[in-house]
């Protein structure tokens, strides 16, 4: 590129200098208005070819029996994407070839309510990664998603006793929750959001609708697990999560897919709505192959009182962007962020969180811990926007990354936004390395020096697995510690 | 009288857009009406010497100079960077052009290697009852010189005009450069005041800035800390009253071994103030051995002010120790209380603490005039002595 | 001398900076209690570090022989495997790591065995008591918040677990408080009795030695010994200080 291409291209990013306060009324409207600024002027930026049509959207809309609402919606969508530019601030994703991508890939099966009856290879998938003996064991209800189609979905019969609502999404359109459903559907992340979000508005598959009654706490956890496993595909599935006044629920959230040679495309979305005094903990461990884009969308709607806890493990991908976002509303609500990102060879991963203070007396919390190594690229980016109403907010963060050699690169891009006076707003990051001298420390009691150094890290991502259950603080040790080696010299 | 308007303080990695921080556009005046009157001391020392030039012979040295400097486009994984400068400064690009194209001349002010004069170098533009200036300095300092320049903007209280500011500054080996700027502009201002400054091996640049006058005022630092074990400090004190603007970009490129690198802000914002802060710490490559240290201490006083902080830290090397830490609200309850069982009045009490955060960095300018000044403009402000 | 456990001999030792220890040679033998005493900077904690095989610390001449093996080139996970102990002046912080399972850990990685819990909670517990340490520290983050009291109680705790055959230990007296010696001095007595522990003490003060039967004094200025002698050496450098010998060294080193 020559001098004159790079000035030309940086001078036309970014038109608008100063939307943000459209963006505030967006917030306190409601959220169904754009987020984000889009109509930048579109010759500056390289284009994504149109792998989709509106005769593929339809067909799709067909096939899964979509009400008229939602096939309009696919289209509008659809309209939308086509229109709108790839973002220009992330990790490059010029090796993702929209128009290669078969946006729709269905499994040559129906959903099942027993393991019993899934095809025996998709079951074999799943059993490798030991889901349904995790569904026994310590799972309140599974679901579990192969390509686009939900496979299997089970929930345990005292939880379904206590009213809670666990189905797939194509279900719940059209069934008893039909209207909720439409009610909520991509408000939160409206297509306008992003091209991605967008994208998904257009395409989506499967997922999972989840309703929490009021005042009911739900004793263990509800279990999604993703599985991408059509080479060059795409997976879009749609999460929608209400829990009501007073309730409390755990979600988990798995995802995996085998190694191909070409991309694949995961750009799902997931709306989580917490009302009046409730809780929700929204639990990931994303170990993609490293081929995978990860463009996903997940954000969450607090009301007064209520309380968002996300735990966040972003191990695979070959590109991330997540940002999972909390609206804290409602006077009194709060969310606490945890999150861990590892990125190894051939990764680039932009996560990080948005916190948008609204009500009075919210709070936040943001933990993050980030590792680069093997020429990883790791970003940490966030904002904390605390918007005038929000009087008392308070917001915490703290940044940690681990720089394990000098070939990798580990960015911190935090912004804070503050626009009333009683507010307390506190940040502080932190870049470094191992200390030798804490290697030597381990080493004097015996310790070799691969095993300190992985302890060492075991202990930074500490804080973040002990958010976990159990069995996946273990998954994602064993995920650490298979990162740590072959990085031993 | 024609106005354009340029992009400036790119922050050196993109983010969301909808923030509004990855640059700022801005108004600049085509042509200027009235120069500010300019007074300097200092210059008469032994190893001090000036000289006006052109702007291109002035803008062709500083390129020389900073030969060793990489130009640079992109950095690795991210999409794009706005770099387009041989010799970059915290405004940018775009502003540089600009100021060529108005400024008139430029001056060159050496220190000789090994100099240390006594006196701060001091340059007083007095914008009067108003005046339109723009003005190019480059500064050299010699391999193991010692010395400050002092520069000061001031005008009548309520008057309005235009300033446009680019100093570069080329430290050599061992050379010790202390660059103070202060800005006590009437309240119809609007500035733009840019630093680029290039720091050789063992060289300490230290950089002081208050900025406490003017209606928009928009200034940026890039130092490129080019030599192993070069040192920058960056001091800023900032108080932004009615509704005025402050956009700060800075930056220092940490390449050589053993770098250090320090940011220190201290900031109040009231009435319906609108303040940006960019500063990034860019630990580069072979930075092997440095540290990166930025802090920012942000006073809210009333509902209505907009503070935005951006505490960028990029890292491409292992072996560094990067931090940041940024404080923003409210005066705390604790502290408020203890004045007051003190007797003193919660304004007084609130006085005291924005002088004392103020003083903490000007304390360190070496000119009794030029803090009385401040302190003049400071009362004048809260209404008090 | 017979049974001798450690050997250092003609030892040089330099930083990037420079060399500070020249031509140290030292003899260790089983069950013995040395004692080194000197001026700040002489370069005592140096001399603990290299004999631990701190990578800082260049070995520019000389070897050092553990158990009749030379351990001069040895990384100091061997050296530990070896049965050497290091109690540090500023233990490090490892966050989210407990003091319990690095403990635990660091026995699995000595004996090569997995370490049988309930023997293990049960032997630590009773040695944090000995130590007073409370309980709750067994659970908490390596070194992380503990007081300087806190984390030298705890260096001796992993001394006592882990039951080397020589220990080092450097200033693990300075800072503390009378009480805390006194139950620091009673850790390292423990671990006398229970092992016949060989012991390296760098320190100030001679509190901690008190109920200590000390066989050997060196004293290290500028990184020369200057001179070796009994117990009685201790009480001697408390009157007197540290002069005398210093200006010993300085005749020495204008008569070379």
Known sequence: MSDAEVKDRAVHFDPAIDNSKDDINAYLEGTDRSLYDFKDDEKDFYKVKEGLTPEIVDQISKEKHDPEWMHEFRLKSLDLYNRMQVPAWGPPIDGLHMDQIVTYVRPNTKMKGSWDEVPEEIKSAFDKLGIPKAEHEYLAGVGAQYDSELVYHNLQDFVAQQGVVYTDMESALTGEYADMVKEYFMKLVPPTDHKFAALHGAVWSGGSFVYVPKGVKVSIPLQSYFRLNAKGAGQFEHTLIIVDEGADLHFIEGCSAPKWNVANLHAGCVELYVKKNARLRYSTIENWSKNMYNLNTKRALVEEGGRMEWVSGSFGSHVSYLYPTTILKGKGADCEYTGITFAGKGQDLDTGTRMVHIGENTTSLVTTKSLSKDGGISTYRSAVEIMPSAHGAKSSVDCQSLMLDNISRSDTIPEMDVRVNDADVGHEAKIGRISDEAVFYLMSRGISEAEARAMIVSGFANPVSKELPLEYAAEMNNLIKLEMEGSMS | MNEQDIRINHLPCLTWNRLGVNHRSVPVKSGLEGAAKLMESGLDQDGITSENVTVSEAEAYADSLAHGIRREKYVAGKTAIYMTQAFQTGLGGEFTDYIDKVAGDASIYRVAANAKPAKPVILNYDFGAGADDAAIHVIVAGENSESTFLINYRSDADAAGFSAVGTKVILGKGAKLNLIKVNLLGSGFEQLDDTGAVAEESAVFSFRQMELGGAETYSGCYVDQNGQKSEAYIDSGYMVSEDHTLDLNYVTAQRGKKTVSNFNFKGVLQDRARKTLRDTIDFRNGSAGSVGDEQEDVLLLDPTVVNKSVPVILCEEEDVDGRHGASIGRLSEDMLYYLETRGLSEKVATVMMVRGRLHSIEREIPDDETQNAIDAFISEQFGMD | ?256
Not at chain 3, 8 to 24: M, N, T
Not at chain 3, 71 to 89: H, L, P, V
Request: charged fraction near 25%; avoid cysteine.
């Open chain 3, 1 to 256: 001398m017979s049974d001798q456990l450690l050997q250092v001999k003609d030892l040089s030792v330099s930083i990037e900076e420079g060399e500070i220890l020249h031509d140290v040679n030292l003899n260790i033998g089983k069950g013995e209690t040395h004692v080194l005493m000197g001026p700040n900077g002489a370069g005592k904690s140096t001399l603990g570090n290299t004999l631990m095989g701190n990578p800082v610390y260049h070995v520019t001449n000389g070897q050092i022989l553990f158990d009749g093996e030379d351990i001069t080139k040895a990384t100091t996970d061997k050296r530990a495997r070896a049965g050497m102990f290091m109690s540090f002046q500023n233990p490090l912080e490892v966050p989210g790591l407990s003091l319990e399972s690095f403990i635990r850990n660091a026995l699995r990685q000595q004996t090569g065995q997995p370490v049988k819990i309930m023997k293990f909670k049960k032997q630590l517990e009773e040695t944090m008591e000995l130590l007073q340490m409370d309980p709750s520290y067994a659970d908490r983050d390596l070194n992380v918040g503990f007081s300087g009291g806190e984390k030298k109680k705890a260096e001796i705790l992993q001394m006592l677990m882990l039951n080397p055959k020589f220990a080092i230990l450097d200033e693990t007296d300075s800072g503390l408080d009378v009480d805390a010696v006194r139950t620091v001095s009673k850790g390292i007595e423990e671990y006398h009795k229970r092992s016949d522990g060989a012991l390296l003490i760098i320190t100030h003060s001679t509190k901690i030695l008190e109920s200590l039967k000390v066989d050997y004094t060196h004293v290290l200025v500028k990184g020369t010994l200057v001179t070796t002698g009994g117990a009685d050496l201790v009480d001697k450098i408390n009157d007197q200080g540290f002069e005398k010998y210093i200006e010993q060294y300085e005749k020495e080193a204008e008569e070379k």
